[in-house]
Structures are given as structure tokens and as C-alpha cells.
Nanobody, 125 residues
Framework: GALVESGGGLVAPGGSLRLSCEAS????????LMWFGQAPGKEREGVSC???????GYAYSVKDRFTISRDNQRKMMYLQMKNLKLEDAGVYYC????????????????????WGEGALVTVSS
């Protein structure tokens, strides 16, 4: 299986950006998909998760600003990012643990089976 992110770029604080993740070589419909983010000099952390049944979860820091969605027909997942802050900058990875639901441990990286290469988001004025 493979995951490929796109849509990263430079955005001013307060701006918006949409990241995309395309799955290939496996059928993502049955699995929860996640976004992780890694700010410069920091550990990679869970940002959001969307389950096979469209349930979702968000890190507290992005709740009400980011929206996760998926299009199973296109094998795509998205992260709509609004009101971006300087601290949102970093590399964003899509991932899957090949489980159906997000659950309370959706951000546990030990469970991840596939990672994308990452998309760089730069927030700067």
C-alpha cells in the first residue's frame, strides 16, 4: 500500500490550505485514515483521524479549525485547514493503521502500517 500527500505550500497566518492524500495499492474504504503533523524540532503528533464509517477525531489544538474528510470512490482523504497559525507549520503525513475505527488511541504511531512521504506546510507573513 502507498499514500501520497499533496497540497502543501506557503500560507500567511489566518489563511487556509487543503491537503490531499491519495491511497494506492490497497482499498482504503475499510480503514481509518489519519493525519499527523511534525513541527520543526518537535515530535510528530496526531492531528486528525477519520474512520471507515466517517467518525472523526481531532487534536485539541486544531479542533474547530481543521476538517478531515474522505472520498472512498477516489481513494482520497483531505484536511481542510483554516485560520492557520504559525505553530501549525510543519510536515503533514497521512497514515493508516489498517483498522476500521479511530478509537481512543488513533494517534498511536506504533500502530501505523503505512505512512506517506509528507507535505510541507509553511505559515509565514
Amino acid at each position: 500500500g502507498a499514500l501520497v500527500e499533496s497540497g502543501g505550500g506557503l500560507v500567511a497566518p489566518g489563511g487556509s490550505l487543503r491537503l490531499s492524500c491519495e491511497a494506492s495499492d490497497f482499498t482504503p474504504d475499510y480503514y481509518a485514515l489519519m493525519w499527523f503533523g511534525q513541527a520543526p524540532g518537535k515530535e510528530r503528533e496526531g492531528v486528525s483521524c477519520i474512520s471507515s464509517t466517517m467518525g472523526n477525531g481531532y487534536a485539541y489544538s486544531v479542533k474547530d479549525r481543521f476538517t478531515i474528510s474522505r472520498d472512498n470512490q477516489r481513494k482520497m482523504m483531505y484536511l481542510q485547514m483554516k485560520n492557520l497559525k504559525l505553530e501549525d507549520a510543519g510536515v503533514y503525513y497521512c497514515a493508516t493503521a489498517m483498522r476500521r475505527f479511530c478509537g481512543e488511541t488513533w494517534d498511536a504511531q506504533d500502530n501505523i502500517k503505512y505512512w506517506g512521504e509528507g507535505a510541507l506546510v509553511t505559515v509565514s507573513s
